[in-house]
């Protein structure tokens, strides 16, 4: 059975700092892309970072770039996002998902696995 389980969200406040970390089992983890999609309220899914299953190339939408970093440790089957610099609107549910093609990283809809989701709150 495919798992992903997130973990490390809660309450930051602005310009605060979280890693999140997402656990995975049921599958080859290093043969899987990974990525980091994340859903404010009210509003539909947006990918935000994407990393290959050697974690040699990383990918990450515009307003994330230098405030996100995506790594990956295979030994662990984990994924993580380390998140700095906290803002308002990176107030959202985050959710790691895995598809097994490094191509048209950014398309929520080609993701195989999904995880559940890590509620991430920015408020001072």
């Known amino acids: 059975e495919v798992q992903l389980v997130e973990s490390g969200g809660g309450l930051v406040q602005p310009g605060g700092s979280l890693r999140l970390s997402c656990a995975a089992s049921?599958?080859?983890?290093?043969?899987?892309?990974m990525s980091w999609v994340r859903q404010a309220p009210g509003k539909g899914l947006e990918w935000v970072a994407g990393?290959?299953?050697?974690?040699?190339?990383?990918t990450y939408v515009n307003s994330v770039r230098g405030r996100f970093t995506i790594s990956r440790d295979n030994a662990k089957n984990t994924v993580y996002l380390q998140i700095a610099s906290l803002k308002p609107e990176d107030t959202a549910v985050y959710y790691c998902?895995?598809?097994?093609?490094?191509?048209?990283?950014?398309?929520?809809?080609?993701?195989?696995?999904w995880g559940q989701g890590t509620q991430v709150t920015v408020s001072s």
């Open positions: 998902a895995a598809k097994e093609v490094w191509a048209r990283v950014s398309e929520t809809t080609e993701y195989d696995y």
């Open positions: 049921g599958f080859t983890f290093s043969n899987y892309v």
């Open positions: 990393i290959n299953g050697r974690g040699t190339l990383k």
